[in-house]
């Protein structure tokens, strides 16, 4: 397989292990070589901050990404600076672990309005971007699949991800692409290439037929439809060359040993993207 | 409400009564004063074509479109010309229900391959054409909702659904708006105004959260987040003035009496379309 990608890119997005806490995450990785770790904060949150990062240095493993900022509409100027303010510790804590890309998930609308929901997530990311500067962090606008748009984000195609990190216009913001929420759109390819160098991240499952849930239905690399070398050509040629997080929601998987999940995870890894 | 669309305009789209069969629907649509009906072929299929036009004429209804044509991806030559085949005989089924469009569901890829399906969708629709307009029916490109790709549908967008309108280049093909499919669509004002008076037909419900299903989990009018008035007006101002259809593909909804449907779906269509 000398088209695979190499195996010192790969990471392990922690929400594909969402049965084990950090501990358990980093000693897999460990245990299954993988170099990288994308850490939740939720996970983070479960033994602090400084317990992350000694587990993490201690076990030799570098930090793709922090998981997530972002949730950035809300209908009262307040509780915007709210979320604004819980960026900033997001900001922080990935600074502090090590990595130099928080990804955002943007946050569905507040109302029907959706056009204000969208102001509000461009006004939010460029509010963020001299505290991200500050602490060395870039912001990774991830757009989720248009399913998602009412109760995850209204950040829905790579289109509207570089239009916002071009009209912020830094190096501090850029693109996430993960393949579950972009493989259908028709300007795909069209949106990687204008990407370029904004792409701060690369994110591999798959989409299976029928798909056995809207939130936990992701699929191992290989199971489903999306032409997964061909998006990581795509994303290389654009000049991305960094990790790549395995991000797999799937109820059935979390279900697993995670020691298997990383077994299969490497394998589907250097057969399939 | 000054601001309501006219119940002239109003269209049973079949599948919102799906428990009833044509003779039913028909019936229904009658007693709730429901003028327009929009029918599907598995049910056109249980009577026959003539026992079909029969009912619906002799109860005075009109006809906003038969659902549905397309499917056109197939691996091979052979097995994409019976496809055009079956959509021949779809446009003389409209022909001969006394409507001028037939909707055009385009149909997943045969293979992760989503480029040639895309490009056999439009050939096949090219291929179309003439014989569409030797029975006076206009085909209109429905984009389906893009968790619809990988098994319905590759035409995920009014952009896609407009690009292939403007290529094949005749008032016999158009598009069709259905809200819950391209309500996301940050494009979707624009793309609706290069419609223009290519738009075929307007189809309404709502997106509910959480969503029951990802089929049959579409809402009643007003119970979710698409903004369907200003959906509506824009359509109207692109030049759209035919009938509305009302299409929920809802288990609930189906599983109570259809009479309480309709009285539902006026209500919700005076108030919120």
Request: proline share 5%; charged share 25%; aromatic share 6%.
């Given at each position: 397989?000398?088209?695979?990608?190499?195996?010192?890119?790969?990471?392990?997005?922690?929400?594909?292990?969402?049965?084990?806490?950090?501990?358990?995450?980093?000693?897999?990785?460990?245990?299954q070589e993988?170099?990288?770790?994308?850490?939740?904060?939720?996970?983070?949150?479960?033994?602090?901050?400084?317990?992350?990062?000694?587990?993490?240095?201690?076990?030799?493993?570098?930090?793709?990404?922090?998981?997530?900022?972002?949730?950035?509409?809300?209908?009262?100027?307040?509780?915007?600076?709210?979320?604004?303010?819980?960026?900033?510790?997001?900001?922080?804590?990935?600074?502090?672990?090590?990595?130099?890309?928080?990804?955002?998930?943007?946050?569905?609308?507040?109302?029907?309005?959706?056009?204000?929901?969208?102001?509000?997530?461009?006004?939010?990311?460029?509010?963020?971007?001299?505290?991200?500067?500050?602490?060395?962090?870039?912001?990774?606008?991830?757009?989720?699949?248009?399913?998602?748009?009412?109760?995850?984000?209204?950040?829905?195609?790579?289109?509207?991800?570089?239009?916002?990190?071009?009209?912020?216009n830094t190096?501090?913001?850029?693109?996430?692409v993960d393949?579950?929420?972009?493989?259908?759109?028709?300007?795909?390819?069209?949106?990687?290439?204008?990407?370029?160098?904004?792409?701060?991240?690369?994110?591999?499952?798959?989409?299976?037929?029928?798909?056995?849930?809207?939130?936990?239905?992701?699929?191992?690399?290989?199971?489903?439809?999306?032409?997964?070398?061909?998006?990581?050509?795509?994303?290389?040629?654009?000049?991305?060359?960094?990790?790549?997080?395995?991000?797999?929601?799937?109820?059935?998987?979390?279900?697993?040993?995670?020691?298997?999940?990383?077994?299969?995870?490497?394998?589907?890894?250097?057969?399939?993207?």
């Open positions: 397989m000398s088209e695979a990608p190499s195996i010192e890119r790969l990471s392990l997005n922690q929400i594909t292990t969402e049965s084990w806490n950090l501990e358990e995450a980093v000693q897999g990785c460990v245990r993988v170099p990288w770790i994308s850490v939740w904060r939720h996970k983070i949150h479960e033994i602090g901050l400084k317990q992350s990062r000694k587990l993490i240095q201690d076990a030799g493993l570098q930090v793709s990404s922090v998981c997530r900022g972002g949730m950035f509409p809300a209908e009262s100027a307040s509780e915007r600076k709210e979320k604004i303010e819980d960026n900033r510790r997001a900001i922080e804590e990935a600074a502090e672990l090590g990595t130099d890309v928080l990804v955002l998930v943007c946050g569905p609308p507040s109302s029907r309005d959706i056009d204000s929901a969208r102001k509000w997530v461009e006004e939010g990311i460029e509010e963020l971007v001299p505290f991200a500067e500050k602490h060395g962090v870039k912001l990774g606008i991830e757009p989720l699949h248009p399913m998602y748009a009412a109760d995850r984000s209204v950040i829905s195609t790579l289109g509207q991800a570089n239009t916002i990190s071009e009209n912020v190096s501090q913001v850029g693109v996430v393949v579950f929420h972009v493989w259908w759109d028709p300007e795909l390819y069209k949106e990687i290439q204008r990407a370029g160098r904004n792409i701060l991240g690369f994110h591999v499952s798959d989409w299976v037929v029928p798909m056995p849930d809207m939130f936990k239905g992701r699929g191992m690399m290989g199971d489903g439809i999306i032409e997964l070398r061909r998006m990581r050509k795509a994303v290389e040629e654009a000049g991305y060359h960094g990790p790549i997080e395995v991000e797999i929601i799937n109820q059935a998987i979390w279900d697993q040993p995670g020691d298997e999940t990383l077994k299969q995870m490497k394998a589907s890894y250097l057969e399939h993207v």
